[in-house]
């Protein structure tokens, strides 16, 4: 026994000799300013560990064994470098390290300001992954950010709500849809630029996560490059004009910190007709290091935006008008006023402890925010609808007509809109005016003013080499009041706060006139709350690394009604029941190393999550109904993925299979249907999703100076059920005997499963190429291919009402199986071909450095349909048959057009 004993000793110590270890030091500077790169990432090639350099760019780490090494060594804003290291056991001083500067860095920094505001208000989620995407330089996100984007195509055909964003680790997804808002930290892509981001189900330190991935903006000032950076833009983009200033002080001996950051963004209009821009932004942040491991750190943003939206055309708009036109605008004394603006303005405020040491790294955080999320749009009141598209203003409306094809009719419809297409705005003062100082027309306000209160935490704890645990949680609280608030009475004296197609009193406790600056029509509070902790285990070898997490959550939401709504005296006014939801999620990932050029990854998830409000409350502008018999939504979803990263060739091929299931969508629209004609809401359960797809990215080095790209995108997104359809009519527009007792119809099934989502583009491919000079000038093209884009679906056309007809109770003769099919069948989106340039040139001058960058997208100035919906109006067979049989329909999809040739400029220089 002893003698084993003293062997297995022996055998020890020889294991530990064996293993030698060697100590790597460096330091990093940039080439031209000799000053030091901080926070720097320096990678081992071979087995994915990872050190970080401190803030005057020094790193000294140890690697035990005899063998053969790759160093990679990375900054932000910098072109990395690679070393080979032969480790015996002797020290390694690699010395000065030389970094130059990554001039095609600026197509990332500005990638926020090419894309924020290019969102329309009812299809906001079409830019999903541009801004979570800013951070990685993985090929193919890359790609879907800068090119794939300007066909609002989704990574994975997700929605925004999939991805997560924090600040400093606390989440700023917003609770009503589930999506972060970019614009709260909007133009300011110099202090907002450092990032982390995971991609998909991988682990990340601060969160549970999303699906998506999840990106988390750093606002430490330490980690900033210190100086002045002053830059000018010019775009023809949705604005025109940019100006932002940046002054970073760095690390002082002190230890304090600071940077403050100001933008300026405008345009009188955009590339779209009549769509103002006005934008101001401003950060602030302060930090102090009260040692190498703790520091403490205050951050403030106020970025407000304010721009004109545009509509989506159907194709005889466009036909007449083109893709720029805009009916919400016209002018008024001389000037361009849109009807549609959007205003965002919520002002944030974080403080955040940061404690980093060796095994551990703590870090926690509290937020608050408060402010104002507005949409305005007109009002009319017993009064002709003032959109110049509206249907009975097309030539279409007249030969369309149910007694017959008018042809004169038509054409002077047509000449009348071509010589007046724009809103008129003197008509509707005049409209006023000549009704007995009463508002026929009004101009308001659609105001969420919200107020959130955030708390998030996360350890990391290194047991050994072989073990790191993970805990983390965070709160949410928000409170948001809705209303609706008059802007501009239009000339008129008052306005009677009814709703005019019932006759019924908005609120019944109040006086009927309203005036500028008074809450009307909706006046309600929303107060919802989460909680979450997560926990999380990774295991890492030299062949393999695996991870587990779990997340546990509770939800919940109440509405409270300020207005007592005459149509809804039982449920309108006061509390509604709390809506709570209890969720769990697992998911675990497994990496196996062939070498350390090769490797394969494994992710699997599955997620409980509650809907999100706006999909819970049935109507919470007028009632506290919600959705009946409302379910978590399940996301079941699993990545494999193999990576290579040779000296000339890098990227990876990844598979991704999700399942979206028990999700709930809601409709608003007016319909005329086998079942009554009224403004609806349409609610649909039991919806599923299916995701599944191949996505790829690969670069190869051709040379020192030449890289060529490949990446694309095979994915195939579809509906996995047959959903179940309620509608709920506002008046008595339904034959009463259909309508429950809880006031609503229910449709039964709708024939949804097998049709494609409305995701954008399932299919991207492209292939690129860059060139960088030696006298650091670069220039890159990048060509791209994308098609099966699908309109969205109207689901009510897909119900057994729409076979009814409305005026014998029965089925309508000629629906039959093959003339149904061929009328609905779903409308496939344009193929899209894309050439874009970008390049840019930099200068090092008197210690001053100026960089210039240009882009030019759709250089072929093609104009293709991006996204688009059915109108719901032809709610049954015979009615949209009609409608169809001249080939220009009233009632025709409307759709979303692309930018034609966009270019944008910009003039950097820093200090």
């Known amino acids: 026994m002893r003698l084993a004993i003293v062997l297995a000793v022996l055998c020890c110590c020889e294991l530990l000799y064996a293993q030698q270890s060697t100590r790597v030091t460096g330091q990093l500077m940039e080439k031209g300013s000799d000053t030091p790169i901080p926070n720097a990432i320096i990678t081992l090639e071979n087995t994915l560990k990872e050190f970080s350099a401190d803030s005057y760019g020094k790193f000294e780490f140890d690697l035990v064994g005899k063998q053969t090494e790759t160093l990679h060594v990375s900054a932000l804003d910098f ?22 500067r990554d001039i095609a860095r600026e197509q990332t920094d500005n990638l926020i300001s090419l894309t924020d505001g290019d969102l329309s208000d009812d299809f906001e989620s079409i830019s999903s992954s541009m801004g979570l995407l800013q951070s990685t330089r993985d090929i193919f996100l890359n790609r879907a950010a800068f090119d794939f984007g300007q066909a609002f195509f989704k990574v994975r055909g997700y929605d925004s709500r999939n991805g997560q964003v924090l600040m400093n680790g606390i989440p700023m997804n917003k609770f009503f849809d589930g999506r972060p808002q970019w614009n709260n930290w909007g133009g300011l892509n110099d202090v907002v630029r450092n990032q982390e981001f995971t991609n998909s189900l991988t682990l990340n330190p601060y969160t549970f996560g999303a699906i998506l991935g999840n990106t988390n903006i750093i606002t430490r ?11 000018s833009s ?84 466009f036909d007449l008008m083109g893709g720029q036109y805009n009916p919400y605008w ?11 603006e959007r205003e965002i303005f919520e002002p944030l405020f974080l403080l955040n402890y940061a404690l980093n040491k060796k095994k551990v790294n703590w870090n926690i955080g509290v937020a608050y925010q408060t402010g104002i999320n507005s949409r305005s749009r007109l009002g009319y009141y017993n009064a002709p609808n003032p959109d110049p598209t509206y249907y009975r203003y097309l030539p279409s409306y007249h030969i369309n007509s149910s007694i017959g094809a008018d042809f004169i009719n038509a054409n002077l419809a047509k ?27 009004l101009l308001y306000d659609d105001v969420a003013q919200n107020t959130t209160i955030s708390g998030a935490t996360n350890l990391d704890y290194a047991l050994n080499d072989f073990i790191k645990l993970g805990f983390g949680g965070n709160y949410r609280a928000t409170g948001s009041e809705n209303y609706a608030e008059i802007q501009d009475l239009l000339g008129a004296t008052y306005h009677e706060d009814m709703d005019t197609f019932s006759n019924t009193l908005n609120n019944v406790d109040e006086e009927l006139q309203k005036t500028e600056g008074e809450k009307f029509n909706y006046y309600y509070n929303l107060d919802a709350s989460q909680m979450e902790g997560f926990a999380q285990v990774q295991l890492t070898s030299n062949k393999w690394d695996g991870f587990v997490s779990a997340s546990y ?66 109507n919470p502008r007028e009632n506290n109904e919600t959705v009946p018999e409302l379910q978590k939504e399940v996301v079941s979803s699993v990545d494999m993925s193999y990576f290579v ?31 009554g004609s009224d403004f ?29 790209t490949a990446a694309g995108n095979i994915g195939h997104y579809v509906y996995a059920s047959d959903p179940s359809v309620q509608i709920n009519f506002d008046a008595a527009g339904a034959e009463e005997e259909l309508i429950s007792p809880e006031g609503n119809i229910d449709l039964g099934i709708a024939d949804l499963k097998d049709l494609k989502l409305a995701q954008g583009p399932q299919t991207a491919l492209a292939l690129g190429v860059s060139y960088r000079a030696p006298k650091y000038w670069w220039i890159s093209g990048t060509t791209n291919y994308l098609t099966n884009n699908y309109s969205n679906l109207s689901t009510i056309t897909r119900t057994s009402s729409f076979l009814i007809d409305p005026e014998t109770n029965e089925p309508f003769p000629d629906a039959t199986e093959e003339n149904v099919a061929k009328l609905l069948e779903q409308n496939k989106l344009d193929d899209i071909y894309l050439l874009n340039l970008v390049g840019g040139k930099s200068w090092l001058i008197d210690g001053k450095y100026i960089s210039f960058f240009a882009s030019v997208n759709n250089v072929f100035d093609k104009v293709f349909r991006t996204g688009g919906y059915e109108q719901s109006r032809n709610g049954n067979f015979g009615q949209l048959k009609q409608d169809n049989q001249s080939g220009t329909p009233s009632f025709a999809p409307k759709y979303w057009y692309s930018y034609g040739r966009t270019y944008f400029l910009n003039l950097a220089i820093s200090f």
Not at 296 to 313: C, D, E, K, P
Not at 418 to 424: F, S, V
Not at 433 to 438: A, I, V
């Open 330 to 340: 016209g002018e008024q004394g001389g000037k361009i006023r849109n009807s549609r």
């Open 415 to 441: 000449e009348t809109f071509l010589k007046n297409p724009q809103l008129d705005w003197e008509q509707l003062y005049e409209a006023n005016t000549n009704n007995n100082d009463k508002a026929a027309y």
């Open 645 to 675: 990263r040779l000296p000339s060739l890098t990227g990876r091929i990844s598979a991704f299979y999700t399942r979206f299931q028990h999700t709930t969508d809601i409709n608003f629209f007016f319909v005329d249907s086998g079942l």
């Open 234 to 317: 010019m775009s023809n983009r949705t604005y025109r004009g940019r100006l932002m200033a940046t002054y970073n002080s760095g690390e002082k001996a002190s230890g304090l910190a600071y940077s403050v950051s100001a933008s300026r963004r405008w345009a009188k209009e955009g590339y779209v007709d009549g769509t103002l821009y006005d934008a101001y932004s401003f950060f602030g942040a302060f930090e102090y290091q009260f040692d190498p491991e703790n520091s403490i750190t205050f951050t403030s943003i106020w970025a407000r935006n304010r721009r004109g939206s545009s509509s989506a055309l159907t194709e005889e708009v």
């Open 221 to 231: 000032p330490s980690g900033f490059r210190s100086g002045l950076r002053l830059s």
């Open 680 to 708: 609806v809401q349409e609610v649909i359960t039991g919806l599923d999703r299916l995701h599944k797809g191949i996505e790829f990215g690969f670069e190869y080095e051709a040379s020192s100076s030449v890289k060529l």
């Open 79 to 100: 072109i990395p470098k690679r070393f080979l290291l032969h480790l015996d056991g002797n020290p390694i001083d690699l010395g000065t390290i030389y970094l130059e």
């Open 553 to 618: 959550s509770n939800f919940n939401v109440q509405r409270n009604g300020f207005f007592k709504n005459e149509r809804y005296l039982e449920n309108s006014f006061g509390a509604s029941e709390k809506i709570i939801f209890s969720n769990l999620a697992y998911k675990g990932g497994f990496t196996y190393f062939l070498t350390g050029r090769h490797w394969f990854t494994a992710n699997a998830a599955m997620v409980e999550r509650p809907p999100i409000i706006q999909n819970i409350f049935i």
